[in-house]
């Protein structure tokens, strides 16, 4: 028999050898051969497998995609192989750019909050012009010296 052992796999592929049992029962990867002393003897392959999981993880998907794009690319049958990947991606790119649209709000409310001099939360909620969204709740009046209304 051969193969790589879990200590060679993981070490080629930069995580721990704990990952590649946690992957196999996740179904990510598949159960290995066993030495004949019992050792798990991985296909060389393996070690890329584990390289798109963790580059798919960096780009946002999450393990059940990452499985959902392993699995599609194992059934073709006859279709485009980036079909599926191109198809995740798009939703991918679109959830992410809908992330950094929601970032950059944030930033922006943030950046408001510190150029109002909002030191304290309670206290800014209570203002009519505290910039952090939870502003509606504040009783009406106007923001002119940032001391209470």
Do not use: W
Not at 14 to 43: I, K, M
Not at 70 to 80: F, P, Y
Not at 127 to 146: H, K, N, R, V
């Amino acid at each position: 028999m051969s193969g790589l052992r879990s200590g060679q796999v993981a070490a080629a592929a930069g995580v721990n050898p704990q990952t590649l049992r946690y992957y196999e029962r996740r179904g990510l990867l598949a159960e290995p051969d066993r030495s004949l002393g019992g050792h798990r003897l991985y296909p060389a392959e393996t070690v890329t497998v584990l390289r798109v999981i963790k580059a798919a993880q960096r780009l946002g998907f999450t393990l059940d995609e990452v499985a959902e794009l392993l699995d599609a690319g194992q059934h073709r049958h006859g279709r485009h192989p980036d079909a599926g990947l191109r198809d995740r991606a798009q939703a991918k790119l679109a959830e992410v750019e809908t992330k950094i649209a929601d970032l950059q709000v944030i930033a922006g409310t943030l950046r408001a909050a510190v150029k109002a001099g909002c030191d304290d939360l309670v206290e800014c909620a209570g203002q009519p012009c505290c910039p952090i969204p939870f502003a509606t709740i504040a009783p009406a009046g106007a923001c002119s010296t940032g001391s209470p209304a």
